[in-house]
């Protein structure tokens, strides 16, 4: 059984890590030299999700003490932005928990809770496409390089596992933390067959899964034209990647999860729906709610 955080819709979304977008343009700022001297330490320390993410990237490119200093506040600004959608979505999955443990939805609260984080995300799209923009500025050629190589480096190993594994992944999206929430709540061969005969029915009737044109395939390839792109002197972020839709991003995704408990629940043994509520609220600190997936 596949509970999908917020994460999941803002991050398939990611992979991951931060409208109008700011023009692109060579950076100003004078190449790092012997007096200019540079260090290797990640950027904030201290922050959640993506921007942790980016941050330990950039741990691995030599920065000078003016960049760090202007990389830290953006940081700063991004964690800040972000505050009220965490908080919502920390929200919806509690009420999404308590719900799961009553084996009962309401489908009207759960659409308000979406709705909460997909306006707080809303709201922060556009200072967050600038601080990408920013970030690119900041950095020396060189320096871009290394940047996304570290970050693609690190977000290949912490999705690795197959929890939310994209077009590379085997089985396709999703497949590993459905596999993963199987295992966890003891599902026997009678309840997955149950759920996958659920899950298909409401796929003949939806989008599909894991195919080609599938939005997390189109995310993730989304996701390394960006990478690529960033790479070079000219960005202009929104020739690259235009603003993406998040309210809908977030009605498809939401539709998702909450079709997939639909399914499930009734197949679930009190038990079952207990352990699963715990492991969602236990994951509730961990959410994550934004990426690249919402520039």
Do not use: N, Y
């Not at 908080?87 to 909460?116: C, I, N, S, Y």
């Not at 899950?199 to 960006?226: F, I, N, S, T, V």
């Not at 991003?249 to 699963?276: D, K, W």
């Amino acid at each position: 059984m596949r509970m999908r955080s917020v994460a999941s819709f803002a991050l398939p979304l990611i992979l991951a890590a931060s409208s109008t977008a700011c023009g692109g343009s060579v950076s100003t700022e004078q190449p790092a030299t012997a007096a200019a001297a540079t260090t290797r330490a990640p950027i904030a320390q201290s922050a959640q999700g993506p921007a942790k993410l980016i941050g330990d990237a950039l741990g691995d490119v030599p920065l000078t003490a003016p960049q760090r200093a202007e990389l830290e506040q953006l940081a700063a600004d991004f964690e800040a932005r972000h505050a009220a959608a965490r908080a919502a979505g920390k929200d919806m999955m509690l009420a999404l928990a308590g719900q799961v443990e009553a084996g009962t939805l309401d489908r009207a609260t759960l659409k308000a809770k979406v709705d909460a984080v997909t306006a707080a995300l809303v709201a922060a799209q556009p200072a967050d496409r600038a601080g990408f923009q920013k970030l690119h500025d900041i950095l020396q050629p060189d320096q871009r390089v290394a940047f996304v190589d570290a970050f693609e480096a690190r977000a290949k190993a912490r999705f690795a596992g197959g929890a939310e594994a994209g077009p590379e992944g085997k089985g396709g999206p999703g497949r590993g933390m459905m596999a993963k929430w199987a295992a966890d709540l003891a599902l026997t061969d009678a309840q997955k067959h149950e759920i996958k005969a659920g899950l298909e029915q409401q796929r003949q009737h939806g989008d599909g899964e894991g195919g080609p044109g599938h939005p997390r395939w189109e995310g993730a390839r989304r996701a390394g034209k960006l990478l690529e792109s960033f790479k070079q002197d000219r960005f202009v972020l929104d020739e690259v990647a235009p603003p993406r839709d998040i309210a809908r991003m977030a009605t498809r995704a939401s539709e998702r999860f909450i079709g997939l408990a639909e399914v499930a629940l009734p197949v679930l043994t009190p038990q079952q729906r207990a352990l699963a509520a715990q492991k969602i609220r236990e994951r509730v600190d961990a959410t994550e709610v934004v990426g690249p997936a919402t520039l």
